[in-house]
């Protein structure tokens, strides 16, 4: 049982080469049913060419919303990479800046060391202007007071600086004996001031208590007194 391809009648015998009823290839020939089954088939040139042009035209757009959809992909992925680059950035200027202010201010070389690595990490942006502003005037700040002081130096850093300092001008080096030195204190424009008392031999040979005033600057004395 089947269906003819021209009168649409189901009829119980069909020739299944031409899919049409026997009544119609009678009517048509043998001839014009190949071709009406041809037709059927592949459809007519007209038919075949707008499908062929439908075809080009689907596999367009969909051409067109692939390269959209790259692009809009590759758009989210860059500017994600640069808001990770910025997040990361921003974070680490956080920390450094967390740890510059937990330092004392006694110790600027310490501090200088954390704005060079701040400054290197700053971009220079409008964005982050006043940020480097900030930075920069607190670099310079510490860092002339790290040439002119260097870092707070402490009591047992002076005991060992005085020692060898009194040894070179003292007659007898071998007798001298550091008692305890005041925490130093910064005095402008000289260095770090601190008192130390000591004991030793005179030209008499005697034992004399002494206290000596000392100025340092870079873990070094440049004035006694």
């Known amino acids: 049982m089947g269906m003819c391809i021209?009168?649409?009648e189901i009829v119980l015998t069909q020739d299944m080469k031409y899919k049409q009823c026997k009544k119609c290839i009678n009517d048509y020939g043998k001839e014009?049913?190949?071709?009406?089954?041809?037709?059927?088939?592949?459809?007519?040139?007209?038919?075949k060419k707008e499908n062929s042009i439908i075809?080009?035209?689907?596999?367009?757009?969909?051409?067109?919303?692939?390269?959209?959809?790259?692009g809009y992909g590759m758009y989210l992925y860059i500017t994600g990479s640069d808001e990770r680059?910025?997040?990361?950035?921003?974070?680490?200027?956080?920390?450094?800046?967390?740890?510059?202010?937990?330092?004392?201010?006694?110790?600027?070389?310490?501090?200088?060391?954390?704005?060079?690595?701040?400054?290197?990490?700053?971009?220079?942006?409008?964005?982050?202007?006043?940020?480097?502003?900030?930075i920069f005037n607190q670099y310079n700040k510490y860092r002339m007071d790290a040439e002119l002081y260097g870092d707070k130096p402490s009591t047992s850093k002076i005991k060992v600086l005085a020692k060898y300092y009194l040894k070179?001008?003292?007659?007898?080096?071998?007798?001298?004996?550091i008692m305890n030195c005041t925490k130093p204190y910064k005095i402008i424009e000289l260095g770090w001031l601190s008192s130390c008392s000591y004991r030793g031999k005179n030209s008499f040979g005697g034992y004399t208590n002494e206290v000596g005033k000392f100025i340092i600057r870079n873990n070094q004395i440049v004035s006694y007194r």
């Open 6 to 8: 021209n009168c649409k």
């Open 32 to 47: 014009v049913a190949l071709k009406k089954l041809h037709v059927y088939q592949n459809g007519t040139e007209k038919e």
């Open 55 to 70: 075809n080009d035209k689907i596999l367009a757009v969909l051409l067109v919303l692939f390269i959209i959809a790259l």
């Open 85 to 134: 680059i910025k997040k990361s950035r921003d974070n680490e200027i956080s920390l450094l800046l967390e740890k510059v202010n937990q330092i004392s201010d006694e110790k600027p070389m310490s501090k200088i060391k954390i704005y060079d690595k701040l400054m290197k990490s700053v971009p220079v942006t409008n964005e982050y202007k006043e940020t480097r502003k900030d």
């Open 168 to 177: 070179d001008i003292m007659k007898e080096p071998d007798s001298l004996k």
